[in-house]
């Protein structure tokens, strides 16, 4: 059973602790470098990115965060998350900075703001999934190496690069934990 930690600076912790555990998982929060060293994987929540970086950067988390996923550590970024695993944004804040991994340029905020949230329904890596997008971000372009899994339209709402998945959507808030055990099986099979 993989341990998996959830990066608790800000966002949905709990939410994406209990999807991980009933996708068999042992999940744990994670916020200092020493428990970064324990898991062996990790999920960046939803959240605000400009809060989440500038709060990894506070705890001394964004250099060992950058160097674990430079290494191969597999990851799983929801919404803010996303943005986190992007290697570049759009319509960040003046200096905002990821901890990058997946080549893709990511918009932040891109279907609009709160008042805007929706839920679709949308296919995910095959599979008819119910997504909910609060403030979320989509993808505005990916490199060759990249996975595209899920869209809405023409937007590119979920991605894979190796080990890293990424999706714009908050699926940790519907019940199905079918994208977290798509994470998990990702874990195990590294």
């Known amino acids: 059973m993989p341990t998996i930690g959830v990066l608790a600076l800000q966002g949905d912790v ?9 996708a068999g998982a042992t999940a744990t929060a994670v916020r200092r470098p020493g428990e970064l060293e324990t898991v062996d994987a990790l999920v960046i929540p939803g959240g605000e990115s400009t809060t989440m970086w500038k709060l990894a950067h506070t705890f001394e988390m964004l250099e060992p965060l950058r160097l674990r996923v430079k290494n191969g ?20 804040i ?18 609009g703001r709160q008042v805007d949230s ?4 949308l296919t995910f890596a095959g599979q008819a999934i119910r997504a909910v997008f609060i403030r979320a971000p989509w993808v505005e372009s990916v490199g060759p190496d990249v996975e595209v899994l899920a869209s809405t339209g023409d937007r590119i709402v979920a991605v894979r690069q190796g080990p890293l998945l990424a999706t714009s959507f908050h ?5 199905d934990t079918r994208v977290h055990e798509y994470f998990v099986n990702l874990v195990r099979e590294l």
Request: some cysteine.
């Open 14 to 22: 709990r939410e994406h602790a209990r999807a991980l555990e009933s």
């Open 171 to 175: 699926p940790e808030l519907t019940g």
């Open 73 to 92: 550590m597999p990851a799983y970024g929801s919404c803010a998350g996303m943005i986190m695993l992007a290697d570049r944004i759009e319509d960040g």
């Open 94 to 111: 003046a200096g905002q900075q990821t901890l990058g991994g997946i080549d893709m340029t990511v918009r932040r905020n891109a279907f």
């Open 118 to 121: 929706f839920e679709e329904d």
